[in-house]
């Protein structure tokens, strides 16, 4: 089998889109431009498809959703003739040109997004090939089914909040995700707004489902400090992203105090940052997403890494890509699930674009045994709600 074509195309949502509210969700951002709707400029609504045609007929498809519009340019321009004419079951062989063949300019961000987009694409291929799921390449079942958490409630007004987690709690969740609203430029009485948005999930889930907030790198060190006593009493399973993620140092302050678990890894990109993250002790749990980390290749490799740490991965988003490697990883005990709804971060445009993304029943995801590679397909009829580039 061989490679004969690699097509690319970025999808932009060009459509409505929920309004943000003030202080939606802390991000990066907040520091340097106090603003009009949090999170507003920091959304993404793009998307990059790959398709990797063969002499066989058959076709994988990959996906990423950092940058799609650079991501296509680097791929076209060099991944793909890395590609071309190649045996896909040489497939790290494969991984380790693209990632030296963009070493130059690369190793993180964009290109590691490129790489990641691919090797998705090649794997999907093996599967399809070896009429097996992916899964079963990657060492197979290693639980009945998947438990998720359903992540997306932001801070919104405290009755919706509320609701919301109702609405989870009954649908048979056993855990949930909040995004705080209030950073260190909103003093103490955003600290007190914060703690309300956690006191309330609390008090409608109960203490039986596990909570889990995010940051989303949108605090400082000091402002994390200041946090972690007031959010400990309501027995939070882990801290995302309190601070940016090239601080590792801080980090390893904020898990050494042992008041409420520590999580990041989402804006990492190489088996080598990992090693970084595990060897400082900076981290409780690990969260790389699959098509940025370099693909399901390098998600392999950075999960056993992480066992021999017992450091458990629990990949960003849901998808595909990561259920997948979460399915057969032992050390991957949990998978993140994006809830459908209206377009308003970018998080949900998966939703849009491809057919086979599995839903969850009580709490719990699983995937078809007999639906080879990784079970997706575009939904070209909803692409048509989409600006096409390519």
């Excluded at 050494?256 to 595990?278: D, M, N």
Aim: hydrophobic letters at 40%; aromatic letters at 12%; glycine letters at 8%.
């Amino acid at each position: 089998m061989k490679i004969t074509e690699v097509r690319t195309r970025v999808v932009q949502w060009e459509g409505k889109t929920v309004p943000l509210p003030p202080h939606f969700c802390t991000n990066p951002m907040d520091l340097v431009s106090y603003r009009a709707a949090s999170m507003g400029n920091f959304a993404f609504h793009g998307w990059v498809l790959v398709e990797i045609f063969t002499d066989s007929g058959l076709v994988g498809l990959g996906n990423a959703a950092l940058s799609p519009v650079v991501t296509k340019s680097l791929i076209d321009t060099y991944l793909k003739p890395v590609l071309l004419g190649a045996d896909p079951w040489d497939i790290e062989f494969l991984w380790q040109q693209m990632y030296r063949r963009t070493m130059a300019f690369g190793r993180k961000g964009v290109a590691l997004t490129a790489i990641s987009a691919v090797d998705i694409a090649l794997w999907d291929l093996l599967g399809k090939d070896a009429k097996q799921p992916v899964y079963r390449l990657l060492g197979g079942r290693t639980k009945e089914r998947i438990p998720v958490y359903a992540s997306r409630l932001y801070a919104m007004p405290i009755d919706e909040l509320r609701a919301e987690a109702q609405r989870y709690k009954d649908e048979g969740y056993k855990a949930m995700k909040l995004r705080f609203g209030w950073g260190p430029l909103d003093g103490r009485e955003g600290m007190m707004k914060n703690v309300e948005l956690v006191r309330n999930v609390r008090e409608v889930i109960g203490e039986g489902i596990d909570l889990m907030t995010d940051a989303y790198m949108g605090w400082t060190l000091d402002y994390a400090k200041r946090m972690l006593p007031l959010i400990e009493p309501f027995g939070i399973r882990w801290l995302e992203e309190p601070v940016i993620p090239d601080d590792t140092r801080g980090y390893k302050e904020l898990k050494s105090y042992g008041r409420v678990p520590i999580a990041g890894g989402e804006h990492e990109f190489t088996i080598f940052g990992f090693r970084e993250l595990l060897e400082n002790n900076a981290l409780d749990y690990i969260q790389f997403d699959t098509n940025r980390v370099g693909g399901i290749s390098q998600a392999r490799k950075i999960t056993a890494l992480a066992e021999s740490f017992q450091v458990p991965v629990v990949p960003h988003a849901g998808q595909m890509h990561n259920y997948h490697v979460t399915m057969a990883s032992l050390n991957a005990p949990i998978s993140e699930f994006f809830p459908k709804v209206d377009v308003e971060v970018g998080n949900e445009l998966f939703w849009y674009i491809f057919d086979g993304e599995p839903v969850p029943t009580d709490g719990y995801i699983d995937l078809d045994e007999n639906t080879p590679g990784l079970g997706l397909t575009v939904n070209e009829e909803s692409l048509k709600r989409f600006t096409v580039i390519g």
